[in-house]
């Protein structure tokens, strides 16, 4: 019984099969010596940066670990020497190691101050490192709610530029961001930082200018 | 004759050239995605291309990776070994002083590859400008690297790019005296 029962199966054809598999495989050699001749021909073309000068007043980002985070320098600076007084000619040497001794939280920063004399005068800057988890990462920048974007609609893009402060870790969200200010209208320069380096302002107008690029 | 031959014997067995294929067909699938991926995702290459501005200056590309500057100049790519210490002229040589202060007494001076990158766009600040694409590891000495063209008045400009990607800078056809490669 069981010996006729295969005897009565009949093989389905592969032929149908065969073929479909030998277009298939045709079908994917074009595929890759098209993908071989293109790859080496990829092409980002990219605004290229060179350094000006500007009168725009710079609005201060800092992009490290992966967020971003905008700050006022001057007004860190003011609240850092708030308890010290003015600086004046007998004590500045003293009000300088006072003010390097201050150090504040902000809601996304650890802020503190440095300053030195330096043939009489006063060098004074504002240290900022970010808050880890804090400030906009690459996904967020896209968000009209972000704050961001909400720094984009409330700054003048002719009085004001952006002015980045970029870890290595985080080049791709800078690139990003700069791409946001710039079809916002913007100017956008730029300085590495290496990493857990604080970004330090000059509030005394020493050190290099910030420019655009 | 052909009539009385078992009938398992009238066709050759596909299966084993269906195998084949198959196999083919996963390895070519898997070639051309690798490809794909290295070449057009994350480790696609970029191509640079200027302003078309007729007041442009040309940039001059340098790759800066903290130790060694890459220049792409009209004779190849030229690798640069940077020394950023800096030389004062002694009674017996040079005084090496390095960027953290440390001195040593030196016969010669070393970066003389660098004069000659400084010197070409000395010579051509008036049209061209150095493009630096700075690598990550290069963040922690950018400035004082930059410094050696300001203080030639060598207009810069920069950019950051990951580690290992590569650039190349893509000029108009006919863009004059270049000092960069196209690539």
Redesign the interface.
Known sequence: MTRRRTQLFEQPSLVPMADMVTNTVGIMLFILIFVSLSAGGVIISRHLPRERATHAHPVWLYCAHGRIVSFDANELGRELALPLGEPSGANVEQWARRYSGRSLTTDDLFVSGEADTENGGLRQLVAVRARPDRGDDEAAIRNSASSFQRLLTQRSRTDDFLFFFVSPDSVRLFRAARDRAAEAGYQVGWTPVAPDVPARVSLSGSGREATIQ | MANNQPAEQDHFD??P??AI??C??GT??L??MS??A???GAG????????QDPG??I?VLIEWDGHSAIWHSDAGIRTIEVDLARYARTNVGWLRVDPDGGQEEVRNQKGGDLKLLLDYLETRKQTH?A?LA?R?????N??RFTARFQERKI????????AGKPIHL?LPANPGETGAKTQ
């Open positions: 596909l299966l050239f269906i294929m198959m083919l067909l070519l699938l070639v051309t490809m794909a290295i070449n057009v696609a290459g970029e191509g640079w291309v200027p302003e442009a200056k940039p400008y493009l700075i990550p590891e290069g963040f922690f950018l400035r207009e810069i400009g920069s950019e950051p790019v990951e893509i």
